[in-house]
């Protein structure tokens, strides 16, 4: 299937897990494609598939990995170095915590990367590195992130299968079909008609300092993730010793707090204006293809947007092929376009600032959806 060759790099290694667990084959008269995807389409995006692997676009450039996580090495000894050299007054204080905020954010750029076997052909290494970059230079767990993540890419936007939207409907209602739902049936856990307003001090500042702490340490414990647990105890070893050499203990934790909460609003929005903005609903069984398109879109090429973005600004790239180095992205795309021109399908490609003002428009738009429907005797 569609999904299984999208998600895995060494197949040969996958389909010998997966043997033992056959039950047999589909008969003769039975169809392979359900009534409701699109088999043009799927023929296409095979086709597709097929000229993208022979041009080399699932093959890795070392060199810009190295570089990409020099630089994150680099800003991490630089934020502490800054400290150590021009002291804890307010301004030094204040420049190492930006300095800290882009390494992290960068590394957590490089980890989806990893954890999507991009870096590396040879799987073991991805899986090692990854282990290095999230949990010891980021402190979480890098299979709670897999676990994750991966049910994301296999129905993004599907309500009860992508853990990504969970926030519906305990903190925000997502999507108009929910939303009018939600306000049929009467549910109110928060105020959703000012959703847009509460989301800037609620989801971006606070999703990694407090959720994420909690439910990465949860999940690596309850699954005996015992290797992830080692790993990430390293990158707090590390933090407080070395930065409590330089700064009191309410210091370094106000410090740890802040820039916890600086990465997460920066991550919090790069990830959400490609899937907050998209159509959120239950599963409705679609191709590969059209299941990613319906819940993503993209956002202008630039060198800026694309090292601020961790080139998730080519969402929908990454989501027809999840393996495929970040660095190619730009070269498929125009490829991408022609497939969804031929199939009358949407290919949503906005500036920055716009797929920015979009997630509040989404949220305001979903507030009174669920306000009208709420309200309606």
Request: proline letters at 5%; charged letters at 15%.
């Amino acid at each position: 299937q569609d999904a299984f060759v999208a998600f895995h790099v060494d197949k040969v290694l996958v389909s010998k897990y997966l043997k033992p667990l056959q039950i047999g084959e589909l008969a003769p008269d039975q169809p392979s494609i359900e009534p409701n995807k699109n088999e043009m389409l799927v023929k296409d995006f095979r086709e597709l598939r097929d000229t993208v692997e022979k041009m080399g676009l699932l093959e890795p450039n070392q060199l810009f990995f190295f570089l990409h996580l020099a630089h994150i090495l680099l800003l991490d000894s630089a934020a502490w170095l800054i400290l150590f050299y021009f002291g804890t007054s307010l301004m030094p204080f204040v420049v190492s915590l930006l300095v800290l905020t882009i390494s992290q954010v960068q590394a957590s750029w490089l980890q989806h990367d990893l954890g999507h076997l991009s870096v590396f052909r040879k799987t073991k290494w991805n899986h090692l590195l990854h282990k290095f970059v999230m949990c010891h230079l980021i402190g979480a767990s890098a299979n709670w992130w897999t676990l994750l993540h991966s049910q994301h890419h296999s129905k993004p936007n599907c309500f009860h299968k992508d853990p990504d939207i969970d926030m519906h409907p305990f903190l925000f209602t997502l999507g108009k079909k929910l939303s009018v739902e939600l306000g049929i049936k009467k549910k109110k856990y928060m105020p959703y008609n000012h959703q847009h307003k509460y989301f800037f001090i609620t989801l971006p500042p606070l999703l990694f300092p407090t959720y994420f702490h909690y439910h990465t340490f949860y999940i690596a414990y309850t699954k005996r993730y015992w290797v992830d647990l080692a790993w990430m105890m390293t990158f707090y070893i590390r933090f407080f010793y070395t930065y409590g050499l330089l700064l009191d203990i309410k210091s370094v934790l106000a410090y740890y707090f802040i820039f916890r909460m600086m990465e997460s609003s920066w991550f919090v929005w790069v990830s959400q204006m490609n899937h907050i903005p998209m159509d959120i609903y239950y599963d409705k069984n679609l191709d590969w293809v059209s299941t990613q398109l319906q819940a993503t879109c993209n956002v202008e090429q630039s060198l800026f947007n694309d090292w601020f973005t961790g080139h998730l600004n080519f969402q929908i790239e990454h989501h027809l092929f999840p393996t495929m180095p970040r660095h190619n992205y730009w070269k498929v795309a125009p490829l991408v376009k022609s497939l969804c021109a031929k199939h009358g399908l949407e290919y949503q490609c906005k500036p920055l600032l716009t797929a920015f003002a979009d997630i509040v428009h989404s949220l305001k738009s979903s507030g009174e959806l669920w306000l009208d429907a709420y309200l309606h005797k």
